[in-house]
């Protein structure tokens, strides 16, 4: 009888061995399963990081492009791309309540970085200092945005005629947070 509870004892301490390598092994997997995932979920987060910078991107050309902006073929009867009107940014700015929703973005501006003006001082364009200005916000955002380079063109008035200018500027754009 004493032998046979000395087995039955053996035999259950080997049970619970056996559970305790299960729980093991079945924990070391987990761990291994949960480092993968935080790897994928990770390369995850930096592709929708590159997504929404390609789309700003993009959507940086897109507002260029727009009607509201863009050139058209008023400068020197070519289509350039990436052109904006100067001169309509200017109107669009006094009327910029009715498209603030439009595009679907926080912040608009526009810089002139070619020619530099004099000091190289920001001076906001309004009515009065307009065209000896270099920046024009639309939308005001404390975020930085996008950017892309575009032409700046606008009519210049030489008493008798008018000309074309066009300068190198920035398009910057500050996305709303989604969620």
Do not use: H
């Amino acid at each position: 009888m004493v032998k046979y509870l000395l087995d039955d004892q053996k035999a259950q301490m080997k049970i619970q061995q056996t559970a305790f390598v299960l729980i093991a092994v079945t924990m070391f997997f987990a761990l291994i399963g949960m480092f993968f995932l935080n790897m994928k979920l990770s390369k995850m987060e930096e592709v929708a990081s590159e997504l929404k910078d390609r789309k700003a991107q993009d959507m940086v050309s897109k507002l260029a492009n727009s009607p509201e902006f863009s050139c058209g073929s008023s400068f020197e009867g070519e289509i350039i791309g990436n052109c904006v009107d100067f001169d309509k940014v200017m109107a669009l700015k006094k009327n910029i309540n009715d498209y603030e929703d439009m595009w679907g973005v926080e912040g608009i501006e526009l810089r002139k970085i070619y020619p530099k003006e004099s000091a190289g001082d920001i001076i906001e364009c309004t009515n009065e200092n307009y065209p000896e200005c270099n920046k024009i916000t639309l939308i005001e955002s404390d975020r930085t945005g996008k950017e892309n380079f575009v032409t700046l063109c606008r009519k210049a008035d030489l008493g008798y005629y008018t000309q074309s200018k066009c300068e190198i500027g920035k398009l910057i754009i500050s996305y709303k947070k989604i969620g």
